[in-house]
Structure formats: structure tokens, C-alpha cells
């Protein structure tokens, strides 16, 4: 609804004039006076910049309209202004009329000198926009000073990755083990497993240790796998030619003689039970081929193949020739798959690394 300019100043409790000056510094500038009406949008517009302290403009408001001055008419020539002239006598229309002499031009009212509107001071800024723009200002400042230290690191890490590439590159001169054995005064291999066997059973490898470095990690740690073999307690006698070390059940790698005794005789029962005299085992390694071998019941025919992958003509030969495969971390292609599952063999496959769980796996395999 519409508000009277003066209405609303009375519930401000502010001058009409100062809301006259506000409106104009909000860019309305066709109110002029306190009898002017206001719209809705523009009233709250101004009962907002109110609230925010807007400054007034100055302005000289029109409290009254004042309507045009009627135009003068003039008077005929020869009369005076103010005189009635007087009724027209026809009959001296035929006289000559007299000389007529120019008449003195009247002279013109000076127009008042135009007066120049007052200057209009400037509309100070918003305080709230002040304070909004101050925190962007700092914002800013924090960003760009966080940017340069990210650039800063970023040129440390590229300077240290740079030197880390350049000293890789470079060939560093390493000394073996054998070669400081051999300016001890150790001679050949076999005086170096001498004295690595020697120090060995002093009890003195563990202060050597400290001195050595390894050059190649990954070539010594599966060189180490291949010849090291971790046991729980006494070995298996089929593992009698292994470098063997005696570690927790929980990391080992092969059970204990008794424990592995015990292990395989249960899946000799199993294997013979189920009627299967020859047996296959597909994929493994070769250290556990070895126990299987010497471990099963001597009543069964054991046979190993290695490899990854098994294909459809191999299958058919492994189902045609043995009573029971097992599948230790072996691929099968779709028609392999499906010739093992015609029930034509005991077929059953394990994923397990070790060798204590691949039998585990297969006793439970076999009595499903």
C-alpha cells in the first residue's frame, strides 16, 4: 500500500526532509515533496536504509506546487493598461485617420537571475559494506600469502626430488661382504662359510649385522625364499637338506615334524576312503611337492605338475587318468572348468599359500 512521505517520517520518528534526501541518495529523485506518495517496494527500501543509517542527501523539497501564472493579455495599442476603452462612435469612420507615430517599445521585465541548485554532498558509504569489504581484503591477503608458501614448498620438494634423482644416478662404490673377509685374511668360499659358521655358533653374527648393507633388497629377500624355510619346532626328515629356522607357530612356514605327521596321515585316510588311489596335484611349490611325496600313504599314487593355468585338453587328461586333483592357485579356462565338474575326479581347489593349510583345506574338501 501507498505512504505518504510526511506519514511515514511521523512513524520514524524522522524529518520529511532527511527522507527526501535519503531517497534521492537511493536514486529516486522525482520525490520532491512531503505530500508525495510512496509504493510499497520503495517504502521498504527506505525503512531499510533508514535502519542502516544512510546519510541524507541535501535537498530544497517543494512544500507547495505552485501553479503556472495565467498569461497577460495584452492591451490594444494606444490604450493604457488598467483603462476601459470606450464604445466604438461609427460615424467618424470616415475620417482620415491620423498620422501614426511609432510607438516607444515597452520595455521588458528582467527575468530573475536563474539560482544555481545547491551542491549535493556525497553519499558517505554504507558501514556494513565497509566491513564486508575489509574482510574480503583480508581474505585475499591470507589466500595469497598461503599461495606463496604452497610455491615456496612445492620449489623445496622440486630441489630435493632433483638432487635425490642426481645422486641415484650416480654410481656409488659398494664393498661386499666377501671382499672385507678377504682383507681379514680369508681366502675362497669356503673359508668365508668358515668363518660366517663360526661366528654363527659364538653367538656373534648378531654384532656383525649393524655393519652390513644390502644393494639389491628384492633380489636378496627372494633369494631368501627360495633357500630359507621357516618351521614350527623340529622339521619334517624331508626337509632335511633345507636351511631351516625355528620360528613362532604363527609365522611359519611348514609345521613341525609332529604336527605335519599328523596333518598328512589324515588325508591319506581321506584320499583312500573316497576310493582315490591316484592322486594329482596341479600348480604348488616344489619344497611342498617334496613332503606330500614322502608323507602320504605309500598305497597312494602321487603325482605333481606345475604351472598357472590349466586348459581344456589337460583337464580331459586329469580326469581320464587319476581318481582326485587338487588345484593349488591354478587358473581355469571356461572348458577346463567345465570338464572338472562333471564329477568325473575328485576335483578340488585351494587358493592357500602354505602348506599346512592347503592340506587343512583339501581334509575338508574331502569329507564334504
Same mark, same amino acid.
Do not use: C
Given at each position: ?24 541518495? =537511493? ?7 512531503? $505530500? ?27 512544500? !507547495?506546487?505552485?501553479? *503556472? ?7 490594444? &495599442? ?5 483603462? !476601459? ?34 551542491? !549535493? ?49 650416480? *654410481?656409488?662404490? +659398494? ?17 668365508? $662359510? ?10 656373534? /653374527? ?11 633388497? +628384492?633380489?636378496?629377500?627372494? %633369494? =631368501?625364499?627360495?633357500?630359507? #624355510? ?7 626328515? +624331508? =626337509?632335511?637338506? $633345507? ?27 581321506? @584320499? ?15 619344497? &611342498?611337492?617334496?613332503? @606330500? ?8 599314487? /602321487? ?7 590349466? #586348459? &581344456? ?10 581318481? &582326485?586333483?587338487?588345484?593349488?592357485? /591354478? ?30 583345506? %583339501? ?6
Amino acid at each position: 500500500m501507498a505512504i505518504r512521505v510526511r506519514k511515514l517520517a511521523r512513524e520514524l520518528q524522522a524529518s520529511p526532509v532527511d527522507l527526501l534526501g535519503i531517497l534521492k541518495t =537511493l536514486g529516486f529523485d522525482r520525490f520532491k515533496s512531503p $505530500e508525495d506518495m510512496l509504493s510499497g517496494p520503495v517504502e521498504e527500501k527506505l525503512r531499510t536504509a533508514v535502519r542502516q543509517g544512510v546519510r541524507p542527501a541535501r535537498i530544497t523539497p517543494e512544500r !507547495v506546487k505552485k501553479a *503556472p501564472d495565467a498569461p497577460i493579455e495584452a492591451a490594444p &495599442a494606444g490604450i493604457l493598461p488598467g483603462v !476601459v476603452p470606450k464604445a466604438r462612435d461609427e460615424r467618424f469612420d470616415t475620417l482620415p485617420a491620423p498620422s501614426a507615430t511609432p510607438a516607444r517599445p515597452r520595455p521588458s521585465r528582467p527575468e530573475p537571475p536563474v539560482r544555481s541548485p545547491d551542491p !549535493v554532498a556525497p553519499a558517505l558509504p554504507d558501514p556494513a559494506v565497509l566491513a564486508v569489504q575489509a574482510a574480503l581484503e583480508a581474505e585475499r591477503a591470507v589466500v595469497a600469502a598461503e599461495r606463496r608458501a604452497i610455491e615456496a614448498e612445492r620449489a623445496v620438494l622440486a630441489a630435493d626430488r632433483t638432487a635425490w634423482e642426481a645422486q641415484k644416478r650416480t *654410481p656409488t662404490e +659398494a664393498t661386499t661382504l666377501s671382499q672385507v673377509l678377504q682383507e681379514r685374511g680369508l681366502i675362497g668360499a669356503d673359508e668365508a $662359510e668358515r668363518a660366517i659358521r663360526a661366528l654363527a655358533e659364538s653367538r656373534r /653374527v648378531a654384532e656383525m649385522l649393524p655393519f652390513l648393507t644390502v644393494s639389491d633388497p +628384492a633380489g636378496l629377500l627372494r %633369494w =631368501l625364499q627360495d633357500v630359507l #624355510v621357516l618351521v614350527d619346532g623340529p622339521p619334517p626328515e +624331508a =626337509l632335511g637338506s $633345507e636351511a631351516l629356522v625355528s620360528v613362532a607357530p604363527e609365522r611359519a612356514e611348514i609345521p613341525g615334524a609332529a604336527v605335519w605327521r599328523r596333518l598328512v596321515q589324515g588325508l591319506s585316510e581321506k @584320499l583312500l576312503l573316497n576310493g582315490a588311489r591316484r592322486v594329482l596335484v596341479v600348480g604348488g611349490p616344489i619344497r &611342498a611337492h617334496r613332503l @606330500l611325496r614322502q608323507g602320504l600313504d605309500a598305497r597312494i599314487d /602321487v603325482r605333481f605338475r606345475p604351472g598357472s593355468r590349466v #586348459v &581344456a585338453p589337460d583337464a580331459e587328461a586329469d580326469v581320464t587318468r587319476t581318481d &582326485a586333483v587338487a588345484l593349488w592357485g /591354478v587358473a581355469e579356462d571356461a572348458d577346463a572348468r567345465t570338464i572338472y565338474d562333471t564329477g568325473r575326479a575328485l576335483v578340488s581347489r585351494m587358493e592357500l599359500s602354505d602348506v599346512r593349510s592347503f592340506v587343512e583345506e %583339501w581334509v575338508r574338501a574331502l569329507g564334504a
